[in-house]
């Protein structure tokens, strides 16, 4: 197992377990009513805020962990790289969406986000 490996591991760790922050921010501070994603609310709505930010919770644990585990066994260092950028961005986004679930700071992510999440909104949901 190369250093390069090792930081892979690492971003993926980083980006699932800061995903805990958005969860748990969300089940305190926005709830059902709030959601601004609308797969999120239809979620939501099925299963409760509670059990829908975890199962969102799990489902990214399984896919960031599937293709950490793939990227570690590929030999590319350009993917490898790629891989741990991306999980760095998960990160990011999930510190985020939990300051902006707790004190309504927005990032211009999250402004890019909610203006997404209203038009997907509008057209499907």
Do not use: Q
Request: hydrophobic share 50%.
């Amino acid at each position: 197992m190369d250093t390069v490996d090792i930081f892979v591991i690492i971003c993926a760790a980083l980006a699932a377990l800061t995903k805990i922050i958005d969860v748990v921010t969300t089940i305190k501070y926005v709830g059902v009513h709030a959601e601004v994603n609308p797969i999120g609310r239809w979620l939501f709505n099925r299963v409760g805020c509670t059990a829908g930010c975890w199962l969102t919770f799990v489902f990214e644990v399984i896919v960031i962990g599937g293709v950490a585990y793939g990227i570690v066994l590929n030999d590319s260092v350009v993917e490898k790289v790629l891989c741990m950028l991306i999980c760095l961005f998960f990160a990011g986004t999930h510190i985020s969406a939990g300051v902006y679930n707790t004190t309504h700071r927005s990032t211009p992510f999250i402004r890019m986000m909610i203006r997404f999440y209203r038009r997907l909104g509008s057209k499907w949901f």
